[in-house]
Structure formats: structure tokens, C-alpha cells
């Protein structure tokens, strides 16, 4: 989802999970290559932007440890308001071995009136990802702050969360515009078809 950046267009971030195990097949050399390119084009196949990074990783002595777990990877995007296609490529520089993902997008219009409410983030567990974040040359790339904290403190969100159930799951919501009264939550749990599910219960937490 989008965050508005105040800079005419919106920060969209890229979170990308590569399982170490997939990205390992076929590699017994002590050091990882690991290539990671996306871009996003418009509706008129027009490429609006992009971003490609290679990250050179010391398998030899973590190679269970990344095989039972992976990278996960954080870049970012800038885009106008309009409906996009996001690829995804991942590839071992050594063996070739390649995945591509494709994501179509949606950046609505965060303009000064009417209120947006982003899709819900649900914070990862720490520990179980390689955590990988973009670098850039350009200082102006930097001029957005993280946008992932709840009261400052930083968090990973999670790119294919997973709600067991019966247990309770954290998420943080993101709104814009939303008035300057006390902001309440309603809401209802829905299964995959669209049926509430009952006994689900929202509570603001925070």
C-alpha cells in the first residue's frame, strides 16, 4: 500500500520474501550472489519506475540457517495516483536459478480532502528473516522516513502474513484525513468468500 510522501507522489513500498531453500538449490559455494530487480508499468505497458540491487551474502557458515529461513528484502517505489503492474525478479547470480512474481497495484489519490485508509499491516515475529534494506547513492531517496513504526518503534510487516485460528493477530492501520475527533474501530471478520465469521472480534489496541 502507498503512504503519502508530500512529494506530489506517493511512497510505495516493496517488501520481497525469497525462501532461502529455493534460493539455495543448486548453490554449494560459500558466497551468494543474490539479484533482486523491480519495476512497475502503467496501464499502457509504460515503465513508471524501478529499482534492481545485488547483495553479495556469506552462505558458507549460515547455510543451514538461511535454508530454513530466507531474505526478506525492502525497497521502495514512487508513483502518481493510477492502476500499475509490480514485477518481481530474484535470481542466484551463480546458478542462473530465477523466480518472477507479478502484483497488479492500485495507488489511489491521497489528496488534502478526502480519507484513506490503507490496507491492514501485520507486524513479522523478529528473528525469522535475513533482513535486507534498499541502499541508494541518491540522498534524496532517503528523504522519506521509514514508514513502518507505532509509536516510534520500528516494525517488519509481513508480506504473506498468516492468521492462525482461534488465536489473536496484531495489525496496524495507516488513515489520512480522517477529522480531528477521537477515532473509534468497527469493523467485521470476513472468510475468504466474503461471510462474516462469527465469534471475530476488532479491538483498538493502540
Known sequence: PPFRSGAGTAYVPVIVEVPGRELLEGDEGDQLPVEIFAY???????????????????????????????????GHLELDSGRYLLRVLVRNGTTGRTGVKTVPIVVPALGDQDPVVLGPFFPE???????????????????????????????????????VAGDAADFVLVGYHLGSNDVSLEGRVLDGAGTEVPGGVLSLVE
Open 125 to 163: 515475529p523478529p528473528g525469522r528473516w535475513l533482513l535486507v534494506r534498499e541502499r541508494s547513492e541518491n540522498p534524496e531517496a532517503d528523504r522519506v522516513v521509514y514508514p513502518f513504526t507505532v509509536n516510534g518503534d520500528p516494525y517488519i510487516p509481513s508480506a504473506r502474513p498468516k492468521v
Open 40 to 74: 512497475v508499468s502503467d496501464e499502457q505497458g509504460r515503465m513508471e519506475d524501478f529499482f534492481a540491487q545485488r547483495i553479495g551474502l556469506d552462505a558458507g557458515g549460515g547455510r543451514e540457517a538461511l535454508a530454513s529461513s530466507g531474505i526478506k528484502y525492502y
